[in-house]
């Protein structure tokens, strides 16, 4: 869980999270990286990580959402890993219904319905989908989607492929996902506004956002077709 400014929400995302893990029953670690927050984020994790053993808190300076996750992705341990954000878009309980698949696939992606955004954003979304398609093939539908439970085994063959400070390294591992032809369940999770801080990509922002995930998109698409087809 990447976070960058979320004084606010934070406690609570931490706590809704620990309160879906815990009935399940199983081993987990919940790794959460400070971005470099200047709004007091880190004091209120590091309280949080002084009580509960389970959450791991590192401190970095400001990298950005992708690297972060990327960082994140490369420390994981354990059999699988999950990857959401920290604004409380998609609620915790959602969860529930993507371990539930996980026994058929190698990814499970939950796709965000009932989102609402401005035209830039839905654009964006929009076009980062198709380039997925054109480059890499069909797959997965929601390429960008902060909420993704993945095989650390699948995902450890990936990780090397994609730049690691890309901006939206979940876009180019969607396109993997396709090209690998990895088994990708998508399931529906439920999108909610979010309710405090607010985003850092706003007017001009989005679109050079866009342009750069297309162009990193775009060469790692290029080095892949140079190495060939794969099984």
């Known amino acids: 869980m990447p976070v960058y400014n979320e004084v606010e929400a934070v406690e609570g995302v931490v706590a809704s999270w620990t309160g879906v893990l815990e009935p399940l029953g199983v081993d987990y670690e919940l790794l959460v990286y400070d971005d470099g927050s200047t709004d007091g984020t880190g004091a209120v994790l590091d309280a949080l990580g002084a009580a509960d053993a389970r959450l791991r808190v590192t401190h970095h300076t400001n990298r950005g959402h992708g690297p972060s996750i990327m ?3 490369a420390e994981a341990a354990g059999r699988w890993i999950f990857q959401t954000d920290s604004d409380d878009e998609i609620p915790a309980r959602a969860f529930d219904d993507l371990w539930a698949r996980r026994h058929d696939a190698d990814v499970v992606i939950g796709v965000r319905t009932g989102r609402r955004s401005d035209g830039a954003r839905r654009l964006m979304t929009m076009g ?3 380039v997925v398609r054109g480059l890499f093939g069909r797959g997965v539908t929601d390429v960008n989607a902060p909420f993704r439970l993945m095989r650390a085994d699948a ?3 990936l990780l090397p492929r994609v730049p ?5 390294p979940n876009v180019i591992l969607s396109g993997l996902f396709a090209r690998d032809r990895l088994r ?3 399931v529906p999770v439920p999108a ?3 309710r405090t801080g607010r985003t850092s990509l706003i007017g001009w922002k989005v679109w050079k956002a866009a342009a750069r995930a297309a162009r990193e998109t775009f060469g790692v698409a290029v080095r892949e077709r140079v190495k060939g087809p794969r099984a």
């Open 128 to 130: 980062a989908a198709a």
């Open 164 to 168: 690691p400070m890309a901006f939206a």
């Open 71 to 73: 960082r994140g992705y």
């Open 155 to 157: 995902l450890a063959r």
């Open 184 to 186: 990708c369940v998508e």
């Open 192 to 194: 909610t506004p979010r």
